[in-house]
Structures are given as C-alpha cells and as structure tokens.
C-alpha cells in the first residue's frame, strides 16, 4: 500500500469538493463550500467553533451525506455511503477523541478488524507490520506497549498508524494539537512532514492560528459554514487569518497595565491531595495570590490541577496542609462555605459543573446564591430574571433570552453565562480554570478582558489552563505543576513558550 | 417572553405535561378496540359501558373518584421523589406503614369529653393523618439515609423495605390490633377520625379528595416556588453542579425522600381514614404504589399530570370490571390500554432522549 506515485506534488487536486451544502433543519451546516486539496499538501481548514469545519470532514468521511454538491476524488466523482468506503478509497481520519482500547496493545489497535492471518491472529505479522510502518513514517512507538501506559502524544501517534496501515492516502486530523504538550506539538509537525514527503495528503481542522502558521501550506478558512478564500500559509500573520476567521479585527493580546498586588489573599501553604484512584496527586504545595494580580498555574493535565482546585473549593477534602482567604482558614470546608467565604470559581467542566442544563439561564443565574432570590421564603423568579438579564446583556450571550436553557446554548454562550454569574458575584478571589476551552477567539478575547478587568478591580485571580498562550497572556506571576508539585515560579513577562514547555515536562524542577 | 412568569408560565407548563399522555390514551384506546374487535364483542357496546361504569351516574363518577385519590397522592410521591434524580419503589412500604399509624390513632387516641363534635372530628381526624404522614416518611426517611450515606441503591432498599412493612403490618394486625368483627382485620377507627364520605349522593367519595388536591398544588409549590424546591430539582437534574453550588446533595437526598414518603403515607392514611376505617390483613401489595410510578410517568411528573393521570387510572380501574361484567369484553382488555398508554409515554420519553442526543452529538461534531 504504497502511496508513492508519479505525481510531481502541488500540482494536481487529489481531491475537490464542489458546492457542498449541508443543512440540519434551519441551520446550514455548510453553505456551497468548494475546496481543492491538492497531492503531498498540508492544508488547513482554519474557523471558529461551529464554524462547519467538522461538519464538512464528516461528509468527506461518509458520516454525513450532503443535501447538495459533489465529490471528486482522484478526478473522479464518488459518493462516500460510509466511513468503510472512504477508508477503502483511502481517506483517514484521526478524530478529537481517540478511539483506542487501553488495555489492548498498540499493535492490536491498529490491526483490529483487519488483523493479518486467517482464522488464528498472527500477533508476530501484526507486529512485524506495525514496526515497518512506524520506521517508514518516522512514527516511533512500540507495537506490544499497552495504550493505557504510553502518552497521549503516542497515542496520537497510534491513531495516525491505524489510518495509514489501512491504506489512507489523505489524512483528516481533527483538532490534533488540543491535547498535546508544546514539545508533542512540535513532534507531531515533523511527523506530518515526513507524511507529505512520502506522499501523502494531509488536513487539519483547527482554530489555533499559530498551528496554521507552522504547519500548513495552505489554508482555507471557513466561517458560518461560508468558505471565505484559500491562501497559501506563507506570510501570513495570525492577526490577518484571526481578522479572517472572525470578520473583524480582533485583539489577540489582551492589552494590560503592569499589576500592581496588594495584601494577600488566597494562601495555600503544605497542600496534599489524593486523587480518584487514592494515589497522592498533589503534593506539599505552597503559594499566594495578592489582591489585583493574575497567577497562572501552567501545565500538562493530569499534573494535579484539578486536585488543587477541588481542594481550594470544597469539593474533596485535602490529605494535608491548609487554604486561606483573606485569613480565614477555609481548610476542608464545604463548598458552601468556600463560597460565602467570597471565592467565585469557573470551573473546569462547565457541563458536568457549572450549569444546571435543563435550568433556564435565570435559574442558572441563580445558581449557588439561590437562597438569596427569595421574597417571604419563595422564589423570586423576577429577580433571577433580572440578574440573567445583566448577565446576557454585560456577556453578550446570545440568544438574550433569559428564560432559554441552558442546554440550548453553545458552548461558549453557556461558558459566557458562567463567567457572567461567577463575576457578577463579586468575588474576592476568582478561581478560573480552562477559562476559555473549546472557545473561538471572538469568545476568548472577551472573556479575557473580563478576568484583566477584575485584576484591576483589585480582585485576586488564579488562572489554571493548559493553553500556553492563555497563561502567558494573562498572568502576571506563572507557576508550572508537575506532577502534583510546583516545580517552578516564572515573571509573565519572562516566560516563553519554551522555557515553560520544558519546565512542564519536568525538565527544569528546582531543588 | 423574557418576563414570562405566572399565569402564562403555568399555563405552559400544564399544556407541555398533558398533550403527550392524551394522545396517548387516545392510541390506547384504539389499540384497544383492535383487541375488542379480535375477541369478537362490540367495540361500542363495550366502551359505553365502560362509560356507564365511570361517569354514568353521579355515583359511579364518585367512585371513580373514590379510586383516583390514592393514585393521586402515590403517583405526586413517586414524581416528587424523581425530580431530586430518585426512584421510589418503595411507595408501597410507605403506604402500608402509614395506614397502621392511621388506624393505630384512629382507634386508639380519645377525643378529651365536652369538645364540640365537629372539632372533635377536626383535632382527631388531623391528628390521625398526621400519624400516618410521618409514618411514611419516617419509612422513606430509612431509604433516603441509606442512600446518601451508605450508598445503598434507593431501589434495592426501598424494595426490602417493603417487605419489611408487609410483614410488620402483618405481625402487629395479629399480635395487637385484631378487631372483634373478623380474623383479617383491625379494630375500626372511632367516628371522629373518619373522612367524612357522601360527597356525592349514593358514592363513597370522601374529602380526602380536597387533601389530595391541596397536597397537588402544595407539591408544585414546594418544587417551584421555594429554594428547597430549587434544590431539589437541581440535585436531580445535575448533581454536579448542585455540589459545585454548595447545595448537599445528600442532605436533599434524604430530605426529597422524606417528603415523598410523607406523600405515600398520606395516601394510606386518607385510603383508610376515608374508605376502609380499618387495617385488613394483607398477604400481598395493594398495588398504588406500584400504580403510582405509572401515574407519575404519564403525568410527566408535573403535579397537574398527575391529577390528570391519576383520574384516568382510576377510570381504567373502576371501568374495567363493569366493562367484563355488562359487555363480556375480558377486563384485560383494559390492562392493555393501560400498557399502550404507559408504552406511549415512555416512547416519548425515548425519543426525546434519542432526539437530545442525537442533537448533543451534532453540536460536538458541527
């Protein structure tokens, strides 16, 4: 399954799609969108959220079928019924969400349902096969490693095997990057490059600019399910793709005073925590935030982040060590008190946590301070109306109906109702974890003005996120976790993407 | 829109709880003249007597009533319970509990001499359902805490529960509380603790109906007019979020399986104070419990649904007897409408789960 050709690359289209238009009910998905791919490219698909970009890729696999147009593929035109036909046509595609078995070797994933021998598996050839794929493409990975012990990279890596032994000759990669390190990300575009300079056809769904930047060739850039243009990567500066993307000129840096900290706040001194599984996951952690300050804590997931803020919550109770704010000692309180105490937090699972789905944004609004929304001992729905209506029209959430609900909402809308309540509490302390995940940089740009506004309120913010760059924007003081320690304490402003990248894979642990 | 509040919000909601479960019914009985057809009788010569039987006279449409009011309190008991994200299976247990602390007053707590027989009736009749009030959801209360603190699947334990009721019932009826009249039953409780019945010439229709109503419009208060009620319903529809809100789930836990129960023993205590003015030996569930967990399904587990579901279970109950006796259509007939309904409105319910995600995962990929 060689995919070498004759072909000289950059010339012809591998693949073209030609006023494809796909509605779901009222809302067109895709609007008569014409897109080349051309032979050994990377081309990106660059739009914000729910711009129509999966949606498009769904179809070129065969999970949709489209309402109008048509596909060409190798200069034919095919209709794809199902994701079995695309991969038979050599079409790949590497989902957000991997789909592996962690308990079965990273042979047997890639092999499972077209597993070399006959009635009796061939564990021997399947292996065999694997490693001779893997060393053609420069993909290291070991073939009898278990998915459940290797990195996530690897496991991308795993996917990128598993569509490549089945013979794809155009990868589809879905957002790849949202789940690497800055290292892994810089590993994945070698591995990209070593794809197309064997011939193969590579597209990458993103809305990370920079990405685009480093890896593509070309991007074509969708928004409200419109292609707006296809332009060659070269050149091009993301202020201009993100003016592209978005339809307006957006700030991609928040435009910030330096800060100026006042008297301590939150105090964490000597925490410990267990996590899930009852292993320590946080360990003797110490630190402060000052009033009128943004600390971030930077990181790669899983380094005890989220033991640290249910800790600080009362949402799990700490192994050791104590959290205060403003002085009170607040060590393994409810999450009522921790509240009352004046700590807002935007949590990191704003579905599971932050918002009652099947509430309207009023009873949402409400959320937490209910018992204040009351006359005579009953509800006061008014006046939950009335704050959902401050949050609508001061968050922009659209629709701007403060009886819709919740569930109803996108994403970023549902986030926006979340930082809209979490603010408009007036908090002392802002816990703000994953701020903006999953969020287009319209969204992003908003809400962080919003957390450098209420530093400047005078209020103490602690940033937890995995993005880099989002630390790195916002915070004035950066801590990097790992594994459950704070290995090291870094100035805003003297961070760079590489000194933190190193640190968080533990490359720069003091003491 | 953005101000929708009050009448029209109510209004809303009570059109959003019943369309589904009428047309339902509407199915049902269709389905239901297929099989009267197949049996080979006459759809109408069965239907008007199943029409005679519930509201052919002012009497029989009594009884219907008559039938109604315990479906109407189990069937708010089990929605209550579901809207804190619980299953109470355990109505049954809580009825039966509440009937012995019913009779047990009832016979046994004397009104002080001189008291005007009407406040005599009032005190003692007050004081009687209270006893079985508290009984039930001192019952449930076991469940609830079960649940929250030891993790004990409320249906697993409620279910035991039952059976633990069935048979104390079955122990204190024979060690202490055998009437003179007959082996299977207690002694009578006094007339002052009675429901008074004749609400409609000729029929037993007691005012337990106004208690069943009263405690409809009371459950809807508490659900979405008070924070405890806000509570609730967050607990069972995202406990995440409500722990995340500083809201206990476990203290709502058991606090939504207290007032469940509190409605289940109501059930029992007006079903005896209102009907039977006695504890009768029972070797098996009487069944509103478990009918109650239908009600609350049809009627969406909206107060007003309920009503509206619990009047037509009664209706198939009271109707499906007379309709074997005058037509000669088999009573099953009746139980296949009644499956047909509950089939329908769970459909529903099926689809509107399929419907949900079918969206959720085109949201994730578009």
């Known amino acids: 399954m060689k995919g070498g050709t004759t072909v000289p690359p950059f010339t012809h289209n591998m693949l073209k799609l030609n006023g494809i238009t796909k509605r779901f009910g009222s809302l067109v998905a895709n609007d008569s969108i014409d897109l080349e791919v051309r032979q050994g490219e990377i ?26 147009g048509t596909i060409e593929w190798k200069g034919k035109p095919v209709r794809i019924d199902g994701p079995g036909h695309a991969i038979a046509l050599g079409i790949g595609m590497v989902h957000q969400h991997f789909m592996l078995i962690p308990v079965f070797s990273v042979a047997e994933n890639i092999v499972l ?22 060393n053609q493409f420069g993909l290291e990975v070991d073939p009898e490693d278990k998915i459940e012990s290797i990195s996530v990279g690897q496991q991308q890596r795993v996917e990128i095997l598993k569509a490549l032994y089945r013979g794809a000759e155009l990868l589809i990669l879905d957002e790849p990057t949202a789940v690497l390190t800055p290292q892994e990300v810089v590993e994945l575009g070698k591995i990209m490059k070593s794809l197309v300079a064997q011939g193969r056809t590579i597209i990458i769904i993103t809305h990370k600019l920079k990405e685009v930047l480093h890896l593509a060739d070309r991007v074509s850039v969708i928004r409200r399910g419109r292609k707006i243009t296809t332009v060659e990567a070269q050149g091009r500066t993301e202020a201009e793709l993100a003016n592209l993307m978005v339809g307006r000129e957006v700030e991609l840096k928040v435009d910030k005073q330096e800060a100026t900290p006042g008297a301590s706040v939150l105090e964490v001194s000597h925490l410990s925590a267990k996590n899930d599984r009852g292993l320590l996951a946080l360990k003797d ?44 000692d607040l060590t393994a309180r409810s999450p009522k008190e921790v509240r009352e105490a004046g700590v807002g937090h935007i949590p990191e699972d704003r579905q599971r946590r932050g918002l009652v789905l099947d509430f309207s944004i009023s009873e949402n609004a409400a959320l937490g301070d209910h018992r204040k929304f009351t006359r005579y001992g009953f509800l006061n729905y008014g006046k939950m109306a009335d704050l959902a209506e401050r949050i609508v029209k001061a968050f922009d959430v659209r629709p701007p109906e403060p009886e819709y609900m919740a569930r109803a909402l996108s994403g970023g809308n549902q986030q926006k109702v979340i930082v809209g309540r979490e603010i408009m509490r007036d908090p002392d302390l802002m816990l703000a974890v994953q701020p903006t995940r999953g969020l287009d940089v319209g969204a992003i740009e908003f809400i962080h003005r919003r957390l450098v506004e209420e530093r400047d309120n ?42 933190l990248g190193l640190m968080m894979a533990g490359g720069g642990a003091r003491g | 829109m953005a101000k929708e509040s009050g009448l029209s919000r109510v209004v809303h909601e009570a059109v959003e709880a019943v369309s589904i479960p009428v047309l339902a019914t509407i199915v049902g009985m269709i389905v239901g003249t297929v099989f009267i ?131 104390l ?69 995202s406990p995440g979020a409500a722990e995340y809100a500083g809201i206990s789930v476990g203290r709502n836990i058991v606090l939504a399986m207290a007032l469940s129960g509190a409605l289940s023993g109501l059930a029992g205590a007006v079903q005896t104070l209102g009907v039977n003015r006695r504890f009768f030996e029972t070797t098996a569930f009487v069944g509103y419990g478990f009918d109650g967990i239908a009600v609350a399904l049809v009627g969406r587990n909206h ?49 509107r789960f399929l419907r949900n995600r079918k969206v959720k995962t085109e949201v994730k990929t578009a």
């Open chain 1, 43 to 68: 081309h990106a698909l660059l739009g914000e959220n729910g711009a129509g970009k999966s949606t498009l890729m769904n179809i070129l696999y065969g999970l949709y079928t489209p309402d109008e």
């Open chain 1, 113 to 134: 349902g077209m597993e070399p021998g006959g009635a009796v598996l061939d564990m021997k050839q399947a292996n065999e096969r694997v490693r001779e794929i893997s």
């Open chain 1, 285 to 328: 952690v110490s630190f402060q935030v000052r009033a009128g300050e943004i600390v971030g804590i930077a990181g790669v997931d899983g380094n005890g982040q989220s033991e640290l803020i249910a800790c600080m919550t009362g949402l799990r109770k700490p192994a050791g060590g104590t959290v205060r704010v403003n002085g009170k």
């Open chain 1, 458 to 499: 005078g209020k103490a913010v602690l940033l937890v996120s995995l993005e880099l760059d989002e630390v790195m924007n916002l915070a004035d003081r950066i801590l990097v976790m790992y594994k459950g320690q704070i290995v090291a304490e870094v100035a805003g402003q003297e961070a760079t993407e590489e000194n």
């Open chain 2, 37 to 167: 057809l197949i049996a080979g009788k006459s759809p109408i010569q069965a239907y008007t007597a199943f029409a005679q039987a519930v509201a052919g006279s002012p009497r029989a449409f009594g009884e219907t009533l008559v039938s109604t009011i315990p479906l109407i309190f189990t069937g708010l008991a089990v929605s209550l319970a579901f809207r804190s994200g619980l299953f109470n299976i355990g109505v049954e247990g809580q009825y039966l509990v509440a009937q012995i602390a019913a009779v047990v007053v009832g016979y046994a707590v004397k009104m002080p001499e001189g008291l005007s027989p009407g406040l005599a009736g009032l005190f003692h009749v007050t004081l009687a359902l209270l006893a079985g009030t508290a009984a039930g959801a001192f019952w449930a209360s076991i469940a609830g805490l079960l649940k929250a603190f030891r993790g004990v699947h409320e249906v697993i334990n409620s279910i035991m529960l039952n059976y633990v009721a069935l048979f």
């Open chain 2, 169 to 237: 019932g079955s122990w204190l009826l024979n060690a202490y509380l055998k009437g003179s009249s007959g082996q299977g039953s207690s002694q009578p409780v006094q007339a002052t603790a009675a429901l008074t019945q004749g609400l409609i010439e000729g029929s037993r229709l007691h005012t337990g109906l106004w208690i069943a109503l009263v405690a409809a419009f009371v459950v809807w208060i508490i659900l979405w007019k008070t924070p405890s009620g806000y509570e609730i319903r967050a607990v069972g529809l």
């Open chain 2, 303 to 351: 107060p007003l649904g309920v009503i509206l579901a619990a009047l037509l279970f009664g209706a198939l109950e009271r109707g499906g007897p007379q309709m074997q006796a005058a037509a000669g259509v088999p009573k099953a007939v009746i139980y296949i409408v009644q499956g047909t309904v509950i089939f329908f409105v769970a459909a529903e319910g099926i689809w």
